[in-house]
């Protein structure tokens, strides 16, 4: 059992990680590829680095600098969060860790794919989380759109749910699943279509499936897919924090790009020493 887990490797999540462990809270930080740092060329607005720094080279020293002081730092994609009352479980493909709090630091990616109809239907067909919705849809066909790890984990919550599913990885490679209920298919999809509600894809070849609902799942989960599964509040999708960066959710902060305002690294590294305060004050206080 972890005091902290934190979601993230970013400025925010690095600097929080520093504080809890420096304030002897056991703390797990879970990554998985490209940060919104890494993506920056050039830094040369952030405090203390004469001829500015690359995003790349700012980021893997964060990492470092964590691991120095004793932080547990995995290169796991997180696909699945359970609050379970008192603790939380994060799930990624390798394995299931428990803590008492949860730092959700996972930057402002957003992933709606860019599908015609996609709007049009969100409520009326169209869902962001299986764990919330799938029950509309028992004894239905539904879809998934997605091709990775965070589709195969919402097209699990789906299987023992839904009539059948269908995997629709819009020209992606094929995830590796077998359940007698899935499909695949890869073809691009043009468009969402129906009266009221979801009843159709149609791909870019010109043939279509039938479909009652479609599940988004593109790329990998990002806070507001965590928001919406453990009832976090959002605006906008980014999450919505009080001056301690907690959430509404007991035990829950957030801090860094996913909260929104200014995208900056000063502003994460802000954020994510707030969050790693207010969780020691969090936990001494339980
Ligand atoms: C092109 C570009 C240029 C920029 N230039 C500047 C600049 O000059 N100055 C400046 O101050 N800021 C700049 N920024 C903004 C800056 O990079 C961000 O504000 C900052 O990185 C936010 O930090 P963060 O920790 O909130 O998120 P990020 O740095 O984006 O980190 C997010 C972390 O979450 C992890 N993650 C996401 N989802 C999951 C998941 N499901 N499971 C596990 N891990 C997950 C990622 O792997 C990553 O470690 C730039 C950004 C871009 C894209």
Not at 25 to 40: D, F, H, M, P, R
Not at 141 to 148: A, E, I, L, R, Y
Not at 161 to 175: H, Q, R, W, Y
């Amino acid at each position: 059992m972890y005091d902290v887990i934190i979601i993230g490797a970013g400025p925010a999540g690095i600097t929080a990680s520093l504080y809890t462990q420096r304030g002897n809270l056991k703390t797990l930080v879970l990554y998985n590829e490209k940060s919104g740092l890494e993506k920056a060329e050039h830094i040369e607005n952030y405090y203390g680095f004469e001829n500015g720094i690359s995003g790349e080279s700012l980021y893997k020293t964060g990492i470092k600098q964590a691991k120095n002081i004793g932080v547990d730092v995995k290169k796991e994609e997180v696909t699945k969060i359970e609050n379970n009352v008192d603790t939380f479980k994060v799930i990624t493909p390798k394995g299931e860790y428990d803590s008492k709090v949860l730092i959700l630091s996972t930057g402002n990616k957003k992933n709606k794919p860019k599908i015609k109809g996609i709007e049009k239907f969100e409520g009326k067909g169209v869902s962001y989380c299986a764990i919330c919705d799938g029950f509309f849809f028992r004894n239905r066909s539904v879809s998934v759109v997605g091709s990775g790890n965070y589709a195969v984990s919402e097209t699990n919550e789906l299987i023992n749910i839904a009539n059948d599913v269908t995997i629709l990885t819009n020209g992606d490679k094929a995830p590796e699943i077998r359940a007698d209920n899935v499909s695949i298919d890869t073809k691009e999809i043009d468009e969402i279509v129906g009266e009221n509600r979801v009843q159709r894809v149609k791909f870019k070849d010109g043939s279509e499936i039938a479909t009652d609902g479609i599940f988004i799942a593109q790329g990998v989960a990002g806070s507001a897919d965590f928001a919406k599964k453990l009832g976090i509040i959002t605006k906008k999708d980014n999450i919505v924090v009080n001056d301690d960066m907690e959430t509404n959710i007991k035990g829950i902060f957030a801090c860094g790009d996913c909260t929104g305002g200014l995208l900056q690294v000063s502003k994460a590294v802000y954020e994510g020493a707030k969050a790693g305060l207010q969780a020691i004050k969090y936990i001494r206080k339980k």
